[in-house]
Structures are given as C-alpha cells and as structure tokens.
C-alpha cells in the first residue's frame, strides 16, 4: 500500500509534541523518528517520511505490541492517543 505524502516528518513531530503538551501526555523521543508516549498505555510511533505516524499500545500481559494504526493527519492521531492513552 502506497502512501501519499502529507507533510515533512518535522512538521508532523511539532505537530504531534503540540498535541500532547495539550493533553497532559509524557513522552520521549527514541531516535530521530521514534517516540515512547506514557500514558494509560505504553503507545510507540514512528514518524515515516510521508508524515504518517504508525502508532501501536504495547499489551503487557501479551508481551507485543496491538492496535496497530497508521495515522495520517492530526485528527486520526488525537483520536488514537484519546482512545488509547487517556
């Protein structure tokens, strides 16, 4: 599957930072392209070059990672963090 390009990495990141800061979100970046959100959950993203964020909740009690989700602008990310974070 082909994805088209939304926006640079670094806009979708201040984007994404704004976005937590504003709901209260503590988070670290793991790399260049890499965050680790603390939240109800263990969420980790990974900015792509198009300016998707893949986001998915690591499940201890599994031990991998569910509710995979390629999240395109910054609406499908709020919903994902206010689902899965809060």
């Not at 201040?14 to 939240?39: A, H, P, T």
Request: net charge positive; glycine share 6%.
């Amino acid at each position: 599957m082909s994805l088209k390009y939304q926006c640079s990495p670094d806009k979708r990141k201040q984007e994404v930072v704004s976005l937590l800061n504003e709901l209260n979100l503590e988070f670290e970046f793991l790399g260049e392209n890499q965050i680790k959100i603390l939240g109800k959950y263990l969420i980790l993203g990974e900015f792509l070059p198009t300016g998707h964020v893949y986001l998915f909740k690591y499940n201890d009690k599994w031990k991998k990672n569910t509710h995979k989700w390629t999240c395109a602008g910054i609406q499908a990310i709020t919903s994902y963090l206010k689902q899965h974070a809060l």
